[in-house]
């Protein structure tokens, strides 16, 4: 079996995230995630769980959420932050925002996110998405 076109996918996967279409996000990345063989497993991973933390945070299931936005943080961290073309810097900051704000409220805010609250994933250079190695 062939592997999937990483550029085609993981760009599906941030336009889902960007519109917060965060389950449909999880799945495009899903699919890297699925046949990759480096590194890059474990990055795309990170992706993963913290589209799944804000589908669980727009789903009101939060006790998921923590836990997702912990696991993805400890994922990510040895990656720098513009990673495979994609600037998350703010995702990152917004996810560890979004885990005290359930922990300030013990896993269980009264009030949910707005649209504005949720984070973007940027590109400073739409040319540089791609795995970091040709042997992904």
Request: with cysteine; glycine share 8%.
């Given at each position: 079996?062939?592997?999937?076109?990483?550029?085609?996918?993981?760009?599906?996967?941030?336009d889902?995230f960007?519109?917060?279409?965060?389950?449909?996000?999880?799945?495009?990345?899903?699919?890297?995630?699925?046949?990759?063989?480096?590194?890059?497993?474990?990055?795309?991973?990170?992706?993963?769980?913290?589209?799944?933390?804000?589908?669980?945070?727009?789903?009101?299931?939060?006790?998921?959420?923590?836990?997702?936005?912990?696991?993805?943080?400890?994922?990510?961290?040895?990656?720098?932050?513009?990673?495979?073309?994609?600037?998350?810097?703010?995702?990152?900051?917004?996810?560890?925002?979004h885990?005290?704000?359930?922990?300030?409220?013990?896993?269980?805010?009264?009030?949910?996110?707005?649209?504005?609250?949720?984070?973007?994933?940027?590109?400073?250079?739409?040319?540089?998405?791609?795995?970091?190695?040709?042997?992904?």
């Amino acid at each position: 079996m062939s592997k999937p076109d990483f550029v085609t996918h993981f760009t599906a996967g941030m336009d889902h995230f960007n519109r917060r279409e965060f389950w449909e996000a999880h799945e495009a990345w899903e699919t890297l995630w699925l046949a990759a063989e480096t590194d890059i497993e474990q990055f795309l991973q990170g992706m993963i769980q913290i589209a799944a933390a804000y589908h669980h945070v727009q789903r009101g299931t939060y006790r998921g959420a923590g836990r997702l936005f912990d696991a993805a943080l400890k994922r990510l961290e040895p990656f720098p932050p513009v990673f495979c073309g994609v600037d998350r810097g703010a995702v990152e900051k917004a996810s560890r925002h979004h885990l005290a704000w359930l922990a300030a409220a013990g896993g269980t805010p009264n009030e949910r996110l707005s649209s504005a609250e949720y984070p973007i994933l940027t590109v400073p250079d739409a040319g540089a998405i791609a795995p970091p190695s040709l042997q992904w």
